[in-house]
């Protein structure tokens, strides 16, 4: 039932449409009768999605809204804002799965009765799924989201049954949200929505990626009750594999709420959320949990230090007002049972400010702290920096501390390119620090792993500075000694010869050739190709060990395409609506951000793999074209140069406008040779530049750690 209310912007109508934004700009332009804006701003306008989908639909350009999108849009122009509707929308999802009869008797009568028959039932299943948490549900005619709490007074529930007044304008939405659960899932259909709504969002929240999150889940080990104080969108704990009860806290009434109906949804295991911050008004004083996850906010100075000085939880020392990250690590460690574990992902700086040596030093002390891993920059937000994980685990009385730490440096793992955010090898990361710490968590001993791991005497580190950097205590790694380099100069010799071999000849012209042309747009309309673009949701990383994500699959970056390397990313079953976009043999995958001239055909070993985003693919028609005949004719500067627009930031390439000569395609199988022995002479070429960089480096430590004599 739609509703007339609903406004969509022009981003929401490219998506209804299956069409670029630039399509509705050109509809707004060529088109009279294109609905008028009823909102939003003069750059940003939004328009009435009644009306949208009449001329859309009257233009043959829509035959029906896609239900999902539907619900979308009505989420997104929701009176009370998304995030309230998201809110009800995923109350009735609980009720929808867990007593599907009362919400079919009360989804049956007009939607004022509709309206007024709903809270009781909502209350009911919110009862039962999230209890009282640490403040009575109230039945409220405001809205579902908790106020924003007073500190002083304590945390609050984190979800509040919505009233019939507030309900009342989200009915249509609500009876979308439930046809949309008879098509996907209940679970699956709020995990739709809030994608949407973080993707719409991006500055809003700070999101612990999958891959981090499963790697914390991992080395926290199998936990029956675990707690998230600063829980986020939930990331963290989702991750956990089968526990029995799931304490969430996070001081974002709006996410609070959004967060614990999405676990709820999730698991079947008792869901306990909070609303409030858990350093000045803890949800759970009482908890004894098996294990603690946590992804605090950083560098917060506002954290609470002039109030509570005297918290009992500040066993190890009180935290200076710049260390509020030692403020959680306490915070985290008062929650556990004794031999419980935390992990929390904190800056690199948290190991060597001065400001916190002496906590640091406590905490070595008295065995607390058992690991300290360095991740790579791009594993998880702000991305820019390589964060560290903490690894602790509560003493047990009577036992004496442990004599060692284990110190983990991942940060070389960081994949072609030098790592980052959409090229990181989550994987190897992920197998070096779970190789590393189980045994050091059986014998608290570990194997030396050269410039990879070492188990430290805490002796070591208890200095002026207690530095726990993991690059600074760990020797380099080893690299082969003479024998390693003369093979590393063995390839490189063989690689400058075949080189040598490869490097092309150009035969002379009296002047330029004037073919005539085409574009890939032509080309794409008349079939000779099928042009698809890679989804952000392609991104990366989800570690495969993660609970309920399904089977992995190798992601074809836009990094991997400018190095010329194999697929580095990762993508595991998704909840999105699309299907990744896989690549075949032959086709060619053109980068389209940087203005560059770089295109890729697809060998044997590549394909299968999913399309990152920023790279538009290219596949074919075997006999209309030769796939290196188009790469190779699409390399062309010239051709690139026209066919790009150029922002202040950035350059765009405009896959369609580029061109290529109309040739038989013989002619064309003859060029795509002499394209393809071009394309063996850069590989190469790249070998060549990396062979020759690690023989240089290895030189530079072989002579400087005496492995290599002089002579």
């Not at 999101?207 to 998230?228: E, H, I, K, Q, S």
């Not at 004794?338 to 008295?366: C, E, H, Q, Y």
Request: hydrophobic letters at 45%; proline letters at 9%; glycine letters at 8%.
């Amino acid at each position: 039932m739609p509703n007339s209310s609903s406004e969509v912007t022009a981003a929401g109508i490219a998506r209804l449409a299956g069409v670029g934004r630039a399509a509705v700009s050109n509809w707004r332009r060529r088109h009279a009768d294109f609905p008028k804006p009823v909102g939003g701003t003069e750059t940003s306008p939004s328009f009435a999605l009644a009306e949208v989908e009449q001329w859309l639909r009257d233009q043959g350009k829509l035959a029906e809204v896609p239900l999902r999108e539907r619900v979308w849009q009505q989420l997104a122009s929701h009176p009370a804002g998304a995030v309230t509707a998201l809110v009800h929308a995923g109350c009735t999802l609980l009720l929808v799965r867990d007593r599907p009869t009362v919400w079919l008797e009360a989804a049956a009568v007009s939607d004022e009765r509709f309206a007024e028959l709903l809270p009781a039932a909502l209350d009911a299943v919110l009862r039962r799924r999230l209890g009282t948490s640490a403040a009575s549900v109230n039945i409220s005619a405001a809205g579902a989201s908790a106020p924003r709490a007073d500190i002083s007074a304590g945390p609050v529930a984190a979800v509040n049954t919505p009233g019939a007044a507030a309900l009342r304008p989200s009915v249509p939405l609500l009876r979308g949200v439930a046809e949309l659960s008879a098509e996907l899932g209940a679970a699956q259909a709020f995990e739709f929505l809030v994608g949407r709504q973080l993707d719409a969002n991006p500055r809003q929240y700070t999101l612990t990626p999958p891959g981090p999150a499963a790697l914390m889940a991992a080395l926290a080990g199998p936990a029956r009750t675990v707690l998230d104080p600063a829980s986020g969108t939930g990331a963290l704990l989702r991750a956990v594999d089968r526990p029995e009860a799931l304490y969430a806290q996070e001081a974002d009434p709006e996410l609070a709420a959004v967060t614990a109906l999405r676990l709820a949804l999730h698991t079947d295991a008792e869901v306990r959320a909070g609303c409030g911050d858990a350093l000045r008004a803890d949800a759970f004083p009482q908890l004894a949990a098996d294990a603690v996850l946590c992804h605090p906010p950083f560098n917060e100075r506002n954290w609470g230090h002039d109030e509570l000085a005297y918290d009992p939880r500040w066993e190890y020392g009180f935290p200076a007002r710049t260390e509020s990250e030692l403020a959680w690590v306490q915070h985290a460690l008062a929650r556990l049972r004794p031999g419980g574990t935390a992990v929390l992902l904190m800056p690199p700086a948290a190991a060597s400010r001065r400001s916190g040596r002496r906590i640091r030093a406590g905490l070595l002390r008295r065995g607390a702290l058992r690991a300290v891993v360095a991740l790579p920059s791009g594993a998880a937000p702000p991305y820019g920096i390589p964060l560290h994980l903490w690894v602790l685990r509560k003493p047990d009385a009577g036992q004496p501390p442990a004599p060692e730490v284990l110190l983990v440096d991942t940060t070389e793992l960081a994949g072609a390119g030098g790592g980052g955010r959409d090229r990181l090898d989550w994987q190897a990361v992920q197998n070096t620090v779970l190789e590393a710490w189980p045994p050091f968590d059986r014998h608290g001993t570990a194997e030396e792993q050269p410039g990879v791991s070492r188990s430290v005497p805490v002796i070591e580190l208890l200095d002026d500075d207690v530095d726990l950097a993991p690059a600074r205590h760990l020797p380099p790694a080893a690299g082969g000694g003479a024998e390693e380099l003369a093979r590393v100069r063995e390839r490189l010799t063989d690689t400058l010869r075949l080189t040598g071999e490869l490097t092309p000849q150009a035969a002379r012209c009296a002047e330029p050739a004037h073919w005539p042309a085409t574009t890939v747009g032509e080309l794409a309309r008349a079939g000779a190709l099928v042009l698809s673009a890679g989804a952000a949701s392609t991104a990366l990383t989800p570690a495969p060990s993660a609970p309920s994500e399904g089977r992995t699959v190798p992601v074809l970056t836009e990094q991997d395409v400018l190095a010329g390397t194999a697929p580095s990313g990762l993508l595991a079953g998704s909840t999105d609506e699309e299907p990744p976009v896989r690549v075949e043999e032959g086709d060619v995958v053109v980068p389209v951000l940087g203005g560059g001239s770089v295109v890729r055909v697809v060998d044997r070993a590549t394909a299968g793999a999913a399309l990152g985003r920023n790279l538009q693919l290219l596949h074919p028609d075997p006999d209309a074209l030769d796939p290196w005949f188009l790469a190779g004719f699409l390399r062309g500067t010239a051709n690139t140069r026209q066919a790009s627009s150029y922002a202040s930031t950035a350059t765009r390439l405009d896959v369609r406008r580029l061109q290529l000569p109309r040739m038989p395609l013989a002619d064309q199988q003859r060029y795509g040779e002499r394209f393809r022995a071009l394309a063996a002479f850069e590989d190469a070429l790249r070998l060549a530049g990396r062979l020759g960089e690690q023989l240089v480096q290895g030189l530079y430590d072989g002579l400087t750690d005496g492995t290599v004599l002089p002579e």
